[in-house]
């Protein structure tokens, strides 16, 4: 037998990234503009760095609380008191090691082998495998595509629903098609889940990237009652430029804590205790740090979708909310093969649209929370690019 044969078969079915392969081609090119992954071109700022610095050489290497340290646990408290307008307590809230690992804790605590969670596609690829992988069984709803928007057919969702149905896995705004549900989506959503007794994994780590007149996307704490089985995950990679330190957070019921804290404990024992200051600062200090990146980011998309549709040969509307313009090209039926060649004549990355699941295999996704100027630079590569397909 060979070595992959005798591996977990839910391992080996693990799929490669579709945009880990694309960054992969294309990494240390000279001139390369990346807009294939999820996060800006700025690194973490100054005040955080120091605070984690200053905690690393002070000492603070040991084994922590498995919930997150008390103070980070009352800066989220704090936080969604300014943003979300709601009173939670810290048992409310646990540090995880990334919103990856704050997604792939909600499908374990929800989902048990032979379960059904049902996400809407195109999506980001990292759910499908998390629910895939814990045993349960990942079923997707194409999102409806019609004059360059995306939207949600109620019915539809609901038709998904069988026996074996656990949870909805909702990501608003959403990555990568920008769709972002508005309250009464939420609404109906929610009945929807109350009406089947289903849980809610309710991702809202673009809410802050919102470009609908408002300071953050709706939410389900806009609308939800003690009692409704929702848990939020969320992370402070893209609002405080912190991709690279892994660290996120779930909102859940406090009867859940327990159960929470020993999946931390038997996955990864708890996020460093010198990160966990920076984020403790990030959150108390990092508003109008988040808000730059959010202006940076309004101006880029502006950018790069005004040039993209001016081509004519582009089929998109500017997102209501997230970082990325999900774009479906008249000439391109194979995105992967697409992206690939992109990256070699042009020097543009974007992540293939087959890399987000069903109805996503003619699109291409550019992420712009970058430099407007590199944007503008790279909107016209594309532009070009486009115009001799």
């Not at 508005?182 to 109350?194: F, G, M, P, S, V």
């Not at 697409?338 to 087959?354: E, F, M, N, R, T």
Request: glycine share 8%; hydrophobic share 45%.
């Amino acid at each position: 037998m060979s070595i992959i044969a005798s591996l977990s078969p839910r391992a080996v079915s693990a799929p490669e990234s579709g945009i880990v392969e694309i960054i992969n081609h294309a990494r240390g090119r000279e001139g390369l503009i990346p807009l294939w992954a999820g996060e800006g071109d700025l690194p973490s700022p100054d005040f955080i760095n120091r605070a984690a610095t200053e905690a690393l050489m002070a000492g603070e290497t040991f084994y922590t609380w498995q919930r997150g340290i008390p103070e980070l646990r009352q800066a989220l408290s704090d936080y969604y008191a300014r943003h979300f307008s709601v009173s939670l307590p810290i048992e409310h809230f646990y540090v995880t090691g990334s919103g990856m690992h704050a997604i792939m804790l909600a499908v374990q605590a929800i989902a048990s082998p032979g379960d059904e969670v049902i996400y809407l596609s195109p999506t980001w690829p990292n759910i499908i495998s998390a629910i895939d992988i814990s045993g349960a069984h990942s079923v997707g709803l194409p999102l409806d595509f019609a004059g360059g928007r995306w939207s949600l057919d109620l019915a539809k969702l609901e038709a998904r629903i069988t026996p074996k149905t656990r949870g909805l896995f909702i990501n608003t705004p959403a990555n990568p098609t920008g769709w972002t549900a508005t309250l009464e989506d939420l609404k109906n959503i929610l009945a929807l889940a109350r009406r089947h007794g289903l849980w809610i994994i309710a991702d809202e780590i673009y809410a802050r990237y919102y470009y609908g007149g408002a300071a953050r996307a709706p939410s389900f704490l806009d609308i939800m009652e003690e009692g409704d089985r929702i848990i939020f995950a969320n992370s402070f990679s893209k609002n405080w430029s912190m991709t690279g330190w892994r660290v996120g957070w779930l909102v859940a019921p406090p009867e859940m804590g327990q159960v929470i804290e020993n999946l931390v404990q038997y996955s990864n024992s708890g996020v460093a205790q010198f990160l966990q200051r920076g984020a403790v600062v990030a959150l108390n200090e990092g508003d109008e740090f988040v808000q730059a990146n959010i202006d940076r980011a309004t101006k880029a998309r502006d950018i790069l979708c005004d040039a993209l549709i001016a081509t004519n040969r582009v089929e998109t509307l500017k997102p209501d909310g997230a970082l990325y313009a999900f774009v479906k090209v008249d000439g391109i039926t194979d995105s992967r093969k697409a992206a690939l060649d992109i990256v070699d004549k042009i020097g543009v990355a974007l992540a293939p649209g087959s890399a987000f699941g069903k109805g996503g295999e003619l699109f291409l996704r550019a992420c712009f929370l970058r430099d407007p100027r590199q944007i503008e630079e790279a909107a016209a590569r594309l532009s070009d690019y486009i115009k001799r397909l």
